[in-house]
């Protein structure tokens, strides 16, 4: 033991065994998943149907390079996400994560501005408090400044605008459907400033997850934003990553936006941890124009369209839509925004709790009416995982700020099978983790 090196030097359990929303170590400690790891574990561990289907296609076959092949369990997971993808989304290209789909989702873009001639674009806009992944160009594309520091001379450059953020951004007495246009607004602002013609894209989470706590958009936002793309001919990029795959209540977070992207890009709870896998889903438009233009979009992985990860997808992906999950991710996700607002929402340092279906943020402040936020010196949210995994409860330290320093969020992501009793044995870990944190924190 100890020649694994990872996030930090910690000395963390050694985790051996799951089942349903609990993952066992090695001292035989339960831990209830409260955050399905990083909002992953959507079915919980141990699926029956998703062992089964793993273990049918490892029998017949593991891998064939898509250099030379394609398969069934591919053709089949990408035509059952065709079915059920937002408007006008008609092709997938299948990776093994989601840094790989954001990548994979700026490439495409900047080769389709090549195809139908216009080399110029090239600028991508993303916002500020996202996360996008760690993989050098979606690294580019996050919004805070903390992660791309060290590796600031490796990054192409990328315009931030503001996220839609109420909680923060909206103004005294504005309403949220004019916080929400002026909000999109910036995008219109930023594209004139950088010249329309050298735009390529803008990317945005639909809901913000890993750095902002379940941000989602207030109603009209993503309308205005796609409405400003379409004028300028800038292609919109959704990074439903996190908040996609029913997580949010409906398969794909935009379909509450009421708006479709040109590419959205998916992984996480695709394959629920079971196989690593993600995927870019793309337009006909897109397509049709490199498949007509240069012939193919030039990149690939050698995993990319693995069999076994695709048969585990779809295992997956079927079990969110045949058993029905999509109501009771908004029903459990109701129950569990009651009983967090019940337990914390007076809590002096608990300035706000938000979020969709199964997929909720809190965000602890020093004040609770200036909103301001702790000294990022403390690690309030560190110690908050902390003393959550003494309780035996896995909760997502989100963290970042306006400003792209560490911020202090707590982000929810349990299992769509999560129980009424399970939330309340949630909410109560998660009580007692917050106030030990604090309490140490403050004194
Ligand atoms: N995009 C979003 C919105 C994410 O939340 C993440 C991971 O947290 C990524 C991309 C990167 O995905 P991965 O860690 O699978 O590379």
Redesign the pocket.
Same mark, same amino acid.
């Given at each position: 033991m100890g020649h694994v090196f990872g996030r930090s030097n910690a000395q963390l359990p050694s985790a051996v065994r799951g089942e349903g929303c609990y993952i066992h170590d090695a001292s035989g400690r339960a831990y209830l998943d409260g955050s399905g790891g990083? *909002?992953v574990s959507c079915l919980g561990h141990s699926d029956p149907d998703v062992r089964a289907a793993i273990h049918a296609q490892l029998d017949q076959l593991a891998f064939a390079h898509t250099g030379f092949f394609t398969s069934e369990p591919a053709e089949s997971l990408a035509e059952l996400l065709i079915e059920h993808a937002p408007a006008g989304i008609d092709r997938v290209y299948l990776l093994s $994560? !989601?840094? /790989? *789909? &954001?990548e994979a989702a700026i490439k495409l873009a900047r080769q389709y501005f090549l195809e139908t001639g216009e080399p110029q674009r090239h600028r991508v806009i993303a916002r500020r408090q996202?996360?996008? $992944?760690?993989?050098l160009g979606?690294l580019a594309a996050g919004g805070n400044a903390w992660r791309r520091e060290k590796y600031a001379p490796l990054l192409v450059e990328t315009s931030h605008i503001a996220p839609c953020y109420e909680y923060r951004l909206r103004a005294e007495g504005e309403s949220a459907e004019a916080y929400g246009l002026r909000a999109a607004d910036e995008l219109e602002a930023e594209i004139q400033r950088l010249g329309p013609e050298t735009v390529m894209a803008f990317i945005a /989470?639909p809901v &913000? !997850?890993?750095t902002a706590g379940a941000v989602p958009a207030v109603e009209g936002y993503f309308k205005r934003i796609r409405e400003i793309c379409d004028r300028h001919g800038v292609l919109l990029i959704l990074?439903? &990553?996190?908040?996609g795959m029913g997580r949010t209540g409906t398969l794909f977070a935009c379909e509450q936006d009421g708006i479709s992207p040109d590419i959205v890009?998916i *992984?996480?709870g695709l394959g629920a941890g079971y196989m690593?896998i $993600?995927a870019m889903l793309c337009t006909a438009k897109i397509y049709t124009a490199i498949a007509e233009g240069s012939g193919a979009f030039q990149h690939g992985h050698t995993y990319h369209g693995h069999p076994l990860a695709a048969a585990a997808g779809r295992a997956v992906l079927t079990g969110i839509l045949g058993r029905n999950l999509l109501p009771q991710v908004r029903a459990r996700g109701e129950v569990l925004q009651a009983a967090l607002t019940e337990a914390l929402g007076q809590h002096p340092h608990v300035g706000d709790i938000r979020g969709r279906g199964l997929f909720r943020g809190i965000e602890l402040v020093a004040d609770r009416d200036g909103k301001t936020p702790f000294n990022p010196a403390l690690k309030i949210n560190a110690k908050v995982k902390r003393f959550a995994m003494d309780e035996g409860l896995i909760c997502y330290p989100a963290g970042g700020t306006l400003d792209g320093q560490r911020g202090d969020h707590v982000l929810l992501a349990p299992p769509f099978i999560i129980s009424e009793e399970q939330i309340g044995e949630l909410v109560g870990k998660l009580s007692r983790a917050i106030d030990r944190a604090l309490d140490g924190a403050i004194a």
């Open positions: 990083a *909002a $994560g !989601g840094s /790989e *789909a &954001v996202s996360y996008h $992944g760690n993989t979606a /989470e &913000v !997850g890993a990074d439903e &990553v996190m908040c890009t *992984a996480k690593p $993600g």
